[in-house]
């Protein structure tokens, strides 16, 4: 940024003893641009020839130092009064060697889970002085473009990853950065995280279908993660720990993937109800990809949940006006939790290097019944 002192102000700058005392900080904040101002707004140095003082002396009125004698103050806060002053917010986060941003890196922004959990964040950060910028990442490319801007320090002073994992190199420069970073949905042992135990996910939504007397089950799961998360894997595993601890002999011909597009889960399921032994139940690795599998059971003709029973992942809003069951996670309070654990470091206090996990909970609506005679 461009600065401008004016030199009748450094003429008329009060000759208090303090004034020798001004930091390089405190001289920003008496620079301003000379672009981009409105025409006729007032100026630092407008006050400070107003207030018959220098331009150092009006910034510590405006950073509330109390080196300023009391009789001065006044006469400060008066021109500023009566020039309806606005200090420069830019000038002032250069001066702090800040953005007051955080960034949030996540991919499918579009997606409804991820959506919920931005919500969360903007709510974390909504009694806080700081700004959120998104950065939806759709590639790894372009995943790794967006850290490599974020960990210049420029763009942001702290940054949520969501539903997605930095390389280590990422993570190594972000730490070398001084940027304070926490992990939703994803974790690695080098920064704090907030994650649900999907394994645990896989299997409680298994053994509710187990439960109500269904041995043939199947699962969609999503294809190899493009970005390095491993939730969808780990929903497998709870639901091969699932069926094993039931005695249930795991089908290879049950277990599908395919991305969280609805028209693809919509191939998916009916790949899977077009076989000569249909599942009598399928649980759906996310809501989006059991809303397919209502609708290829629709229009196949299969009854839920007479013939078919349904379950999801994620409880997203739409949830349940559809009645779907589900494994609810806390998308909202994920995005909440991981804005709060942000301004605390950015605070300056200590934020354990640790994965914290939130509680999941099954969601019991009508598109589950006890399996078919």
């Not at 930091?23 to 107003?50: F, H, K, N, Y």
Request: charged share 25%; aromatic share 4%; glycine share 10%.
């Amino acid at each position: 940024m461009v600065g401008e002192i004016t030199p009748s102000c450094l003429e008329k700058q009060e000759t208090h003893p303090l004034d020798s005392q001004t930091t390089t900080g405190e001289a920003w904040l008496g620079m301003e641009p000379v672009s981009g101002a409105p025409a006729g707004q007032a100026r630092i140095a407008d006050v400070a020839a107003r207030a018959g003082v220098g331009v150092a002396t009006v910034s510590r009125v405006l950073n509330g130092h109390a080196s300023v004698r009391p009789a001065t103050r006044d006469r400060v806060l008066e021109a500023i009064r009566a020039l309806n002053y606005r200090p420069s917010s830019v000038a002032r986060n250069l001066s702090l060697q800040r953005t007051m941003v955080v960034g949030a890196v996540l991919p499918w922004f579009t997606n409804p889970s991820a959506v919920q959990r931005v919500r969360g964040i903007v709510e974390g950060l909504s009694g806080s002085p700081y700004d959120l910028m998104v950065f939806d990442v759709e590639s790894e490319d372009r995943q790794r473009r967006a850290f490599e801007l974020f960990d210049r320090g420029d763009r942001a002073d702290g940054l949520l990853v969501v539903s997605t994992l930095p390389p280590e190199q990422e993570v190594e420069r972000i730490r070398n950065a001084g940027m304070p970073c926490i992990l939703v949905d994803g974790v690695r042992p080098s920064l704090p995280s907030i994650a649900v135990d999907d394994v645990g996910g896989g299997e409680m939504a298994t053994r509710h279908l187990v439960e109500l007397g269904h041995r043939r089950i199947a699962h969609i799961g999503d294809t190899p993660p493009e970005f390095r998360f491993d939730w969808s894997r780990d929903r497998t595993r709870g639901y091969e720990r699932a069926l094993e601890r039931a005695g249930i002999e795991p089908r290879p011909e049950y277990v599908r993937e395919g991305t969280r597009l609805l028209h693809v889960a919509r191939g998916v399921a009916a790949e899977l109800l077009s076989l000569p032994e249909r599942p009598t139940a399928i649980f759906a690795a996310s809501d989006t990809q059991a809303f397919g599998t209502l609708e290829a059971a629709r229009a196949l003709g299969i009854r839920v949940p007479e013939e078919l029973s349904v379950i999801g992942f994620d409880d997203i809003d739409v949830a349940s006006y559809v009645g779907l069951t589900t494994v609810r996670q806390p998308l909202f309070e994920s995005g909440r939790r991981g804005a709060e654990l942000l301004l605390r470091a950015l605070s300056g206090r200590e934020v354990p290097v640790r994965t914290e996990l939130l509680p999941l909970e099954l969601i019991v609506r009508g598109t589950t019944g006890p399996a078919p005679a």
